[in-house]
């Protein structure tokens, strides 16, 4: 991670297929919430064991991993 904050776009939005742009990013939990910049669907990302960047679930609520704590 080279901690930039500005906006980086990777992946489509799986419904869409437009660009997503990040929303939200943790690093120490090793995850961040990609938002598509199109229909507005959250992408959940989180760090796998090589440090690659894993989806693992998609919603239209921004605050899923907030409620599962
Ligand atoms: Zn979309």
New binding site residues.
């Given amino acids: 991670m080279s901690g930039k904050d500005r906006k980086t776009y990777t992946g489509k ?6 660009p ?1 742009e990040l929303y939200e990013i943790d690093f120490k939990k090793g995850r961040k919430i990609m938002q ?6 959250f992408h959940f990302y989180k760090k796998d064991f090589f440090g690659k960047w894993k989806l693992v679930k998609v919603s239209r609520v921004s605050d899923l991993w907030k409620n599962s704590k």
């Fill in positions: 939005c799986v419904d869409c297929g437009s997503l598509c910049t199109r229909c507005g669907l």
